[in-house]
Nanobody, 117 residues
C-alpha cells in the first residue's frame, strides 16, 4: 500500500506563502492523477487542485490564481505552492489520488496551514 507523507505547513500571516510537499512511498504514483485537498474544522473535505500524470492541472474556484500544483515524478512528490494566503485558507491539507470510486490510497496525516489576520 502506498504511503503519503505531507509536509510544509505552518503558521503564516495573511498575504504570506507556503510550499507544501506530498511524498509517495512508491513510484506507482506517477501513473495517477494526484490532488491536494483541505478540510477546515467543522467542514467537509474539499478539492484544492489536481494534476494528471501528463501535467494537466485543475483548480477549485476559490484558488483564483493564488495556488499552483506541480509534481516531480523522479522524486515521487507532488507540490502545492500557496500564495496570498487568507485566514479562510486555514485547514488541514492532504494529498491523494482521486478515482471514480473515491481515492486510491490511504490518507496521510496531512499538514496544517494556519493563516492569521
Amino acid at each position: 500500500q502506498v504511503q503519503l507523507v505531507e509536509s510544509g505547513g505552518g503558521l503564516v500571516q495573511s498575504g504570506g506563502s507556503l510550499t507544501l510537499s506530498c511524498a509517495a512511498s512508491s513510484s506507482i504514483f506517477r501513473f495517477y492523477t494526484m490532488g491536494w485537498y483541505r478540510q477546515a474544522p467543522g467542514k467537509q473535505r474539499e478539492m484544492v487542485a489536481t494534476i494528471t500524470d501528463g501535467g494537466i492541472t485543475d483548480y477549485a474556484d476559490f484558488v483564483k490564481g493564488r495556488f499552483a500544483i506541480s509534481r516531480d515524478k523522479s522524486k515521487n512528490t507532488v507540490f502545492l505552492q500557496l500564495n496570498r494566503l487568507q485566514p479562510e485558507d486555514t485547514a488541514l491539507y492532504s494529498c491523494n489520488a482521486p478515482s471514480p470510486l473515491g481515492f486510491r490510497f490511504n490518507w496521510g496525516q496531512g499538514t496544517q496551514v494556519t493563516v492569521s489576520s
